[in-house]
Each structure stands twice: as structure tokens, then as C-alpha cells.
């Protein structure tokens, strides 16, 4: 902005309304014109005409609202005193000689001092919107006083509350991730974080200095395989230099290391990012753009309008009107209404700027909300599913060979008289003898998935485990409507946001970004969770105290216990203490018994007597299946007699028969006639199955028979070698990959498999959606192994790692047993089909946006004033991104397989155009359960049932390829009947003319793609 096209009209320019100027365009981002990703690129595309329209129409309002106040009040008091000289000569008297009239007179000369009233009103509304704002953000501090805060307490008995608990942290795809781009003739150039300080690198409390991007000291730049590396720390700078500073300097740095030579041509080439008026050096560009993404916009708020205008209120009601000015001595009417006046000024010009904001932040958080897109999805399965029609192509797809050769070491196979040897190429002899080779479609054109997915029946039934690439907050959020109320174990491993494991936060906000981060995914996921399903979450000692409240906050009548497992019995020094434990918490659901009891080791069973004691034990109070012999020769059982008539009464406690065998019966030292603990038929049971769990012993020289205590109900302390991280979680990762140090502080697998187990059955379907190294879907996958159970597992995880580390380990799990070195010892397989899915991420959203403006709304915004404020403070963003990709483009649904993104990939700096999945986007916004898929004549067909129950069929075409007509006799030929009861619900894309039916919920059946994927996209953004 331009101080002086203010200025030429005539209106003062005081310090604060320069401070108010300078603080709006903080606001409104017009000071990161070098920055050109999300949110900013599209601010800089407007930014003239919203500088524009801050300097020429919304600024002014200041003065011209004063300035009508003061028109207002002189012409009233020029009224006023006309009035009164005109009565006064009517009475013939000299107006002079009235006190009154000369009062008047005098206030009426006496020109309003404007300048310093406008400056008065930019200083409140500076001081207002300045301590709010950091860096981004708006830090949602409700003000009581100076240096007290209050909180939006309702009179419950404990409050849990923290500094962002009504924000959106999204930062959760960002840590700390390193950053590549290209310069233009190709070369790659990688911003890199030093790990020494990414595991310190949150321990702010070290130095009130803000934190920054530093190059190392030492081995700063290097060229490395053709690809040039710049590394950087991320700690205080002890001589607290601003980003942009300490970034030129930087700039400087690289360019004139040695390292640099044949790059500095190509690194100082100018750019100019959307909207910049001013040109960058490439590397300068790319720097802002690194550093900016891990500084700024860590929150969205949930109400900012809202926020901003009570706090608004309440800073006028607080610090600006002072009864004592209204109420003191010599103060007119007038002198009120003047001061009522700045009031109404503040707060006319304070909501106008509140409706900006809350115009950019609402954009943001629709979008944050909106249900992303499938962009990818593969698959893989073992060879055993696959038909042997698709062998041939298998054989000749030389990626599935070298990938199978990686993974499995499959050249390592020898063959025998029986089994084929590895070859290349492969031959169908040996996929036939490999059957849990798992394929990876990735590696096969879009026909040989399709054809592969037709031959699976009821294909979301059959398929064991889902792997979500994306955001977590993303990935349940478009998991809702499928998954509502269906997952029976919720198992997570958040970060524990201590010293090596933080998440990147503001600064001072490093507990309370965490909390808001956890608290919103835990939202999330209850609405997934099963009535009886519980919450399991592994945490440290550094968020366990404020976390235990959260849940509590959540799950008010839950029973929360925290478990602790010795998972490091080394220890890790505090500052006091050595931890070697960590906590689980376990979420059960109110009144509900869930956990299952465990195994007791046989050297440790305690043997009670069998016969029942104390209340309710005598035979009258059991059935009739509780009083029977049980059959013994010395020390030996030999079976169960059959239980006694009601009437019939044994001699005694034990009845010799004539060939040595005794029956015991269960009559006490006194004669009296009692039961068993356990029916007839469950005591013959153990005897099959658990011969040693009854035995015979003597006692006072008469034999009893007593029953081991077989489980125990879990404790709340875990310890045992089993629960080693190092030896069951590292080391076993190592020993399936190959390598190690790919993925740090991996869970041990017995822990994560004894989590699951103990609160569910062999038919559970079990989410983790902190999915890290993949340990969850390995032990749900070991779990079935072992008792043939058909769990399945959903994970999610967002980092780098999914396909190096998680994916790998999870086909490494399924195709054997066990490891060593990165080979299979065993080769123990399981069959397993596995869905791969990648999503668009928020910052894909954001920068996949578009900016459109027609003439004819030019135009009329040019023309009427009015109608472009409240255009430009309240609609501008919406209105003119709709359309963008992101946002959904229906235009490109009449080509559904055209539909793309430029999707970042590996770094945030690197993009690529992608075709997004919108069957499978649309399967899950509809919550279909898909039963089955098949593409007939270039038409995919998807037959499935919605959450409802309803039968749906969803259809999708190339509308160019078949239009209406062609549509109707397609669905002729296989016998689809749009008016029949074998679909409740038809989906097809672009116009037809399909017969329709309104069912009785007044609902269509055939229902058009496009407003349905609409409608549901945005349901969650458009309801919060």
C-alpha cells in the first residue's frame, strides 16, 4: 500500500494510522509477496486491488465517519444556535448579552480536533487486532486484563482448558520436512535439517530467542551425486535476526561457498512469484518458501468472526469506555456523543476488518474439513487370489520380478524335484508354487487391475487391510461415512512430543499444539468406534498427565486405565529418575467388560478346590448339571459319571466301585450335599482339552479334586523381555529390512500384538492411524496367523516412510513368519488382499487453487461501491476459487479417468500432475460398502450397499464416449432396469435421461454423481 494515495485526498496521515496500515498488511498478507503456495499465492494474485481497496474504501471510513459525526454536530449546534439568537432578539434582548448564547457561540467556533481523534481510533483498533495476531495466527486469548486471561468456563465441575483449544492444528504433515526443487536445466537442490538438531530442536526453553533456519557451521553446502545439499539447523539465534535477514543471509552464504561454482548462475537467476512486484533470486525464493512453511500458519480457527467481535466488544466495554470520562464535570451531551462516536467508529471499522479475516479463515478451514481426494489407489494381493489367467502378464512384468527379488529375495530359491527354481523370466510354474508372492498392481496398467478387481467377489469384504497415505486428520475424516460405528479397536502411537519425537509447534505453544492435535483425531475416531470398542493409545511421561485429562474431557463416564510396560529396561536419563516404562491408556466404554483374560504360565498355576464354596453352593442352589461324580483311580481322572436325579442321594464324598475306580462327589467334611463350580459338560470339556488343569490330591487322606487357575484378569504393570522395544521393535524391524536406522523407536511387536488381543476378538476390525513403522498391521497379520482368526487393519500414516518402511514391512509380514538380514527364513505366507490408498493433502488443496474473475462482475463491482465491499469483505474468496480442482471441478466429470492434481510428492517443493480416483473417492463419500467392480465397454460399474442398508449402484462413463442414449441401451443390454427393486439407489455421472422414481422419503433414485460428490465433499467443513 501506498501511504500517499491517502494522503492526496486530503486526510491526515498520523503514526497510527501508518502502525494500522503497516499491521493490515500483515493481516492480509501483503508483506510475503516472495511467497507463492497456498493461501498467499492467492492473496498476492489480489493483492493490488485489495491494497486498493483497503487504502481507497475501507481506511477512509475512519475519517469519513468522524467527519460526518463532526458535519453533524456543527450543523446541529449552528441549529441550535440560531435558534437561540432568533428568540432572544424576538425578546429584545442583545444576543451577546446572553451567557448562554455566548457559551455557545465559543463551542461553536471551536473546530472538532479530527486528526487526533482518527489517530486515536487507528491506535485502539492496532492495540486491539496486534494482540491477537503472531506470525500467522490468531492466538485465541480472551482478555480479562492486562496479563490475565479468562476461559469459556460453564459451570463444570473440572475444566479442561488450553491456549488452542478452538484451532485446527495442521502442521501435522510437516515435520520438519526436507525440501527439494529443481533449478531450470534439471538439477536438483535439497534443503536438508542437520538430525542433531531435529532431536533438539523444540527445547525452547533453553533461550527466550525465537527460533530460526541457520546454516551448519561446518560441511554448510556440498554437492553429492550431481544434486546439490544445503543444510540447515533449526535453533534460537542468539542475535535474534528476522527471518527474511537471516534468510538473505543465507542466500549470501551459499552462493559464495565454494561448493556453489557451477550452480550460482542457475541459484541467482531471477523469478517473480504471482503477485510480487519485485523479482527473487531462484534460491532466495525457494529459502522464504522452506522457512515460511515450518514458521507460519500452524492454526486454524474454529470461529475467528465470532472470536474476534466478542473480544472486540468486550476490549471497548473494557478499555476504551471509562465511566469516569462520561461522568465527569462540564461534560454536555455533546461531549458524550463525541466520545459514544469514536466508539462507534472502532467498532463500525473493527468488524469490517474482522470480516476479512474471517473471510480468509473460514476459506481455510473449509478447505482444512473439506474430504479430500483419493488421488491413487493400488493394490496388493497374494498370488492364491489371483486368477491364472493374468499369470502370463505377471511373468512378463520385469518391475514385479526386481521388486519381488528386493523384497522377498526370491533369486535366493532353488527349487527341488517338486518346486520350480527362480528364473528370469519368471515362469507360471513358479508363481504357482509361490502363491503368497504378493503383487503389487502399482507395477500393472489400469486394464490388469480392473480385470483382477472383477474377479473378487464382495471385494471390501475380502479385503484384509487398508493402507491410507495421507494426513490423519485427512484420512478419517473421509473414512466417516464407511467406517461410522464399525471399528472394534482403536489402536494408536501419537508422538510422544518429547525431545527426540516432537511435532513442530509455535513458539511457546508446544504442549497446547499437541493437545489440540490429539484431541481433534480422537474426535474423529470416536465417531468410528463400535458401541464397545475401545481407544488404545501409547504415550511418555512427557504429555501423559494433560493427556489423561483430554480423555477424561472426551470420555467423561469411561473407565481409563493407564498400563505401564517396562518396553526399556536400559532406561532413558531424566532429569531425575531413568524411565524405562511408558504408558497405555485404555478407553473402555462405560459398563462394558472388555478386557480378556490372559494366560497364566503353567509353573505358575494355583490349584482350589473344584467343589464350590460359600454363599449359593449347595446343591439346591445349582442345576441339575452341578452334581455328578467325577471319576478318579488314585491320582488319575478317568471321566464324569452322569449327573444324579434330583432325588437320589450318594452315600458320601466318595463311592468305591468294585473295580478300584472312586466316584468323588462334591459333599463337604459335614455330610452337606454341594455342586461343582462348573457344569458337567464343561468339566469333560477341560479333560479333552486341558488334561492337566484338574488333578487329584489328597487331603486329611481323602482325595479332592481341584481346578488350576488357568487366566488372570491383565495387571496394570507389563514387564518381561517380550516387551523390549530394542530387541522386539528395532531390531526386528532391522532384520526384515535389511537395514537399519530407516525408521526410529519402532514398538515391540509382542506389546502392540498383547494391546490388541486383550481387548478384542479373533474377528476384529482394528485402526491405527499413527501407523509409523506399520507394527499394528504386522501384529493383527501374526494374531491371525496364529489362531486363524480374520482380523483386519486399517493404518494411516502420513510420512515419507509409508512405502520404504510400512508397506514394505507389511508385505514382508504377510509373505513370511520370520526374518533375518532382510531375508525370509521361513517363508511362511498368508493369503492377504490390501488396498493401497494416497490422498490429497490440505496443502495440495491450497495449492491447486484457482482464481477467476468474469468481466461482467468486473464491471459491476467498478460501478457500485457498496456492492464491492461487501463483496471484497465477505465473498471474494469463495466466489472466485469455485471451480478449482481442489474445490471440485465438475466440468471435468464428463471424463472421469482426467480428472488431476499437481500432487507434492517426496517434497513439498515437487510436484506432479496426478489423476485423481473418483470412484474410489466417491465410494467412500457415499460410505459403500462395494460388493463388486467391473468396467464392461469402458462403463465402470460398482455394485455395493450404503450405510443405510439400500443397494446402490454407481455408474461411470465417458459422457462423450456414451451419451443418454447409448447410457439407456447399455444398461439394457445388462439387464438394468432403472423402475425395478434390484438397486434402491442409482449413481451415474453427467445428463441422462434414465427413467426416475421419488422414492418415499421424498429422495430421487437415480441421483446424479456430480451433486452428490458436491453435497458430501463439503458436509463436514459446511456443518463445523
Known sequence: MVETEVEARGQPSGENLRRLRTLLAELFMFDRADLDFGIYRIMNLRRKEIGRFLDHDLLPQVHEALGMVAAGERHAAEVELRTLERELRDDGIDPQASRRFRELEARY????????????????????????????????????KEDVYAIPYEGEEVKLHWANADQHYVKSA??????????????????????????????????????RFILTDKDRVAEQGGEL?????????????????????????????????????????????????????????????????????????????????????????????????????????RDVERYLDKLRAIRRIGHKIIDFLAQLEDFQKRLWLKKKFVVETQWCVTLDQVP?????????????????????AIDQITGDMVTPAYSEPLTEAFLEANEYLVLDTSHFDREFTERLLAGIEDLDESTDGVLLHGENFQALNLLERRYREQIDTIYIDPPYNSPSTRILYKNDYEHSSWLSLIRDRLGCSSLLAADKAPHVIAIDENEA???????????????????????????????????????????IPESVKLV??????????????????????????????????????????????????????????????????VEVWPVDSNGREKKWRYARENVARMLEREPGRLRVENAQGKPQVRIARVTDDPKTVWSGPQYDAGTHGTRLLTSMLGVSAQFTYPKSLHQVKECIDVVSDEDAVVLDYFAGSGTTAHAVID???????????????????????????????????????????????????????????????????????????????????????????????????????????????????????????????????????????FNYLIGLRVRHVDVIRGVTVVQGTLPSGERALVIWRRVADMPSEELDRFLFSQRINPRDMEFDVIYVNGDNHLQNTRRSDETWKVRLIEEEFMRLMFETADRA
Request: hydrophobic residues 35%; negative net charge.
Open 783 to 921: 494374531l491371525n496367523r496364529n489362531d486363524s482368526g480374520n482380523r483386519k487393519y486399517i493404518l494411516v500414516e502420513v510420512e515419507g516412510y509409508f512405502d520404504p518402511v510400512m508397506k514394505s514391512r507389511v508385505l514382508k509380514a504377510v509373505y513370511s513368519k520370520e526374518w533375518r538380514d532382510g531375508k525370509p527364513v521361513s517363508r511362511e505366507g498368508v493369503s492377504q488382499l490390501i488396498k493401497i490408498i494416497r490422498l490429497e493433502s490440505y496443502e495440495d488443496a491450497l495449492n491447486n487453487l484457482e482464481v477467476r474473475r468474469t468481466e461482467q462482475q468486473q464491471s459491476l463491482f467498478d460501478a457500485h461501491a457498496g456492492l464491492r465491499e461487501e463483496y471484497m469483505l465477505r465473498y471474494w474468496l469463495d466466489v472466485e476459487t469455485r471451480g478449482s480442482a481442489s474445490l471440485l471441478d465438475v466440468e471435468q466429470f464428463g471424463d472421469p479417468w482426467s480428472y488431476t492434481l499437481d500432487v507434492a510428492r517426496g517434497s513439498a517443493a515437487e510436484t506432479r500432475p496426478m489423476t485423481v480416483d473418483l470412484v474410489e473417492t
Open 174 to 211: 510437516e515435520h520438519f520436512r526436507d525440501y527439494t526443487f529443481l533449478v531450470p536445466d534439471g538439477r536438483r537442490v535439497h534443503f536438508k535439517l542437520v538430525e542433531a538438531s531435529t532431536e533438539t530442536n523444540n527445547n525452547r526453553s533453553q533461550n527466550s530467542n525465537e527460533w
Open 545 to 587: 498427565f494433560p493427556f489423561a485429562l483430554v480423555l477424561r474431557d472426551i470420555w467423561p463416564a469411561a473407565d481409563v486405565s493407564a498400563v505401564s510396560i517396562v518396553h526399556n529396561p536400559r532406561g532413558v536419563q531424566g532429569d531425575n529418575f531413568k524411565y524405562s516404562h511408558e504408558y497405555c491408556f485404555f478407553v
Open 596 to 661: 480378556r483374560p490372559r494366560p497364566i504360565p503353567e509353573s505358575e498355576w494355583e490349584y482350589t478346590s473344584l467343589r464350590n464354596w460359600g454363599g449359593e453352593s449347595d446343591r439346591a442352589d445349582g442345576g441339575p448339571n452341578t452334581f455328578y461324580p467325577i471319576l478318579i483311580r488314585g491320582t488319575d481322572i478317568l471321566g464324569v459319571g452322569e449327573a444324579a436325579d434330583e432325588h437320589w442321594h450318594p452315600t458320601g464324598a466318595h463311592v468305591e466301585r468294585g473295580d478300584g475306580t
Open 388 to 408: 491364472g489367467e493374468l499369470y502370463e502378464a505377471i511373468v512378463a512384468n520385469d518391475r514385479q520380478r526386481q521388486e519381488w527379488v528386493r523384497l522377498f
Open 229 to 333: 545439499v544445503v543444510r540447515f539447523e533449526y535453533r534460537p539465534d542468539p542475535d535474534g535476526r528476522k527471518r527474511d535477514e537471516l534468510n538473505a543471509e543465507s542466500v549470501e552464504q551459499v552462493l559464495a561457498d565454494p561448493a556453489t561454482a557451477d550452480w550460482k548462475g542457475a541459484l541467482a537467476q531471477d523469478v517473480r512469484p504471482d503477485g510480487a512486484t519485485e523479482p527473487l533470486a531462484l534460491l532466495r525464493k525457494h529459502l522464504n518458501t522452506y522457512t515460511a512453511k515450518n514458521e507460519f500458519d500452524y492454526f486454524i480457527h474454529r470461529d475467528l468472526g465470532g472470536f474476534l467481535r466478542r473480544e472486540l466488544d468486550f476490549y471497548l466495554k473494557n478499555e476504551v469506555m471509562h465511566l469516569d470520562d462520561i461522568d465527569q464535570d462540564g461534560k454536555t451531551a
Open 109 to 144: 467556533e471551536v473546530q472538532p480536533d479530527l486528526a487526533s481523534t482518527e489517530e486515536e481510533v487507528c491506535g485502539h483498533l492496532v492495540t486491539f487486532f496486534r494482540r491477537y495476531y503472531k506470525e500467522g495466527d490468531f492466538i485465541s486469548l480472551r482478555r480479562y
